[in-house]
């Protein structure tokens, strides 16, 4: 069983998209550990509406905070303590999507961080999205990453910017899965379109 952990270099650079995208491609199951904010309208509940094939399977959120914040802030808030002891992958047979919370050092509590809930095992997927500051942002993530021993492949989202994702293609080395381009909505025919295109280079991974 694969597992795959979608990771971003900030917020809002399009990993949930990315992550329904790589779920449907692989009719994987899908879990977001960590959620903090919009309860009514999760991640998971986002990736549900956009998938279309019979396979893949929501598992619930380790934590499922209230406050949309960083969720060591969202869990001071609900009065809970986030512990990694209580994120585990849920138990499946298919291949498993996680979805991380904004990037890799967003702090969990006083002590973890995103980056500590990646087992050695999992394969890791940036998602890149091009803004002022986003190829330091990129090669700081890839480079941590590599570091740590994990394996690293890279998506890029939102308008296309060649001389940036030449540049952080050279620079990390990394296999390039493709680009998610500025669509005007989202929906299961266009997340089976990528899916479709992503497929054989994410079965390579």
């Given amino acids: 069983m694969k597992q795959f952990f979608i990771t971003g270099i900030s917020t809002e650079v399009g990993k949930t998209v990315a992550s329904a995208i790589i779920t449907e491609a692989l009719e994987a199951d899908y879990w977001k ?9 999760c991640d998971t509940k986002k990736i549900e509406k956009l998938i279309s094939n019979s396979k893949t399977q929501f598992h619930p959120n ?32 298919n291949t498993l999507v996680i979805e991380g919370a904004g990037g890799l050092l967003v702090p969990l509590n006083d002590s973890n961080t995103i980056l500590d809930i990646i087992k050695p095992e999992y394969q890791v997927i940036v998602v890149s999205r091009h803004y002022l500051g986003s190829i330091n942002h990129t090669l700081l993530t890839v480079n941590l990453l590599k570091e740590k021993g994990f394996k690293v492949a890279i998506v890029f989202s939102g308008e296309e910017h060649p001389t940036t994702e030449s540049i952080i293609s050279k620079m990390t080395n990394v296999p390039i899965i493709g680009r998610i381009d500025e669509e005007p909505y989202f929906n299961e025919n266009v997340i089976k379109e990528y899916a479709q295109k992503f497929k054989d280079t994410l079965e390579t991974l």
């Avoid at 550990?33 to 309208?41: C, S």
């Fill in 62 to 93: 380790a934590f499922a905070l209230e406050t949309p914040m960083s969720p060591h802030a969202a869990a001071e808030i609900d009065k809970v303590e986030i512990t990694l002891d209580k994120i585990q992958p849920p138990k499946t047979n």
């Fill in 33 to 41: 550990p960590v959620q903090a904010g919009e309860l009514d309208n």
